[in-house]
């Protein structure tokens, strides 16, 4: 098993600060997904990194794989209280048939 | 576009009982995905489907889970019996093969086992 290690687990912020979450693990991953997460519903997806070293920006947010394609963050600018969720990161084993392996979240609260 | 449906929405019953958990992929996705989430350990995969046909079942807990894809629109996941451990959010999801990996999940099962 391909596991997935996210820091910090839980994470609370004052509207406007800034945050960084991060997706940690030895295996490398054909491709990373961030998935965001609100009480009461399913996972729903952010984006998907694939290239080492990759950068995607989705408007405040911005999402990095790792040169190695081992590791990706998630950085969010002037969070507001819409940011807060449960962040997932998911990867892709290489050989994964279309299975992913999910971290256990980092749960991120924004206060106004 | 209807995205992906689950029923009952939440179920609650009592320890030895049998339950059966409903799922609707999106139309035209050829994989399936059960997940259970709980708070100890995260969202776990329990079995997926590509074409109806199970690949990839090493998640499922035990003998009591099982889980079946009769046609392309329909999924069941049951418990028999059902034990106070099986209690948490259980979530089905579907993908397309040209969607890349993105899985798209539905609203989730919330079982309560008493």
């Known amino acids: 098993t391909q596991l997935l290690e996210q820091s910090p687990q839980f994470l609370s912020i004052q509207e406007g600060e800034n945050l960084t979450v991060y997706c940690n693990s030895s295996?490398?991953?054909?491709?990373l997904q961030w998935y965001r997460q609100e009480p009461g519903e399913g996972p729903v997806l952010l984006v998907t990194v694939v290239t080492g070293g990759e950068v995607k920006k989705l408007k405040r947010l911005t999402f990095q794989f790792g040169d190695a394609r081992k590791d990706s963050s998630l950085h969010i600018t002037a969070a507001q209280p819409g940011d807060t969720g449960l962040y997932l990161c998911?990867?892709?084993?290489?050989?994964?048939?279309?299975?992913?392996?999910f971290g256990a979240g980092t749960q991120v609260v924004v206060t106004p | 576009d209807a995205g992906v449906i689950q029923s009952p929405r939440h179920e609650v019953t009592e320890m030895g009982q049998e339950v059966t958990l409903r799922c609707k992929p999106i139309s035209g996705h050829n994989s399936l995905f059960w997940y259970r989430q709980t708070m100890m350990r995260g969202l776990e995969l329990l079995i997926y489907?590509?074409?109806?046909?199970?690949?990839?079942d090493s998640g499922m807990p035990e003998d009591r889970f099982s889980a079946k894809m009769p046609n392309a629109s329909f999924s069941t996941l049951k418990i028999q019996p059902s034990e106070p451990r099986d209690s948490a959010v259980y979530f089905c999801?579907?993908?397309?093969?040209?969607?890349?990996?993105?899985?798209?999940f539905g609203p989730g099962t919330r079982l309560t086992v008493l």
């Open positions: 295996s490398v991953f054909s491709s």
């Open positions: 999801a579907s993908r397309t093969g040209t969607s890349g990996n993105e899985q798209f």
């Open positions: 998911a990867g892709a084993p290489t050989d994964s048939w279309g299975k992913l392996q």
């Open positions: 489907f590509n074409n109806n046909v199970p690949i990839d």
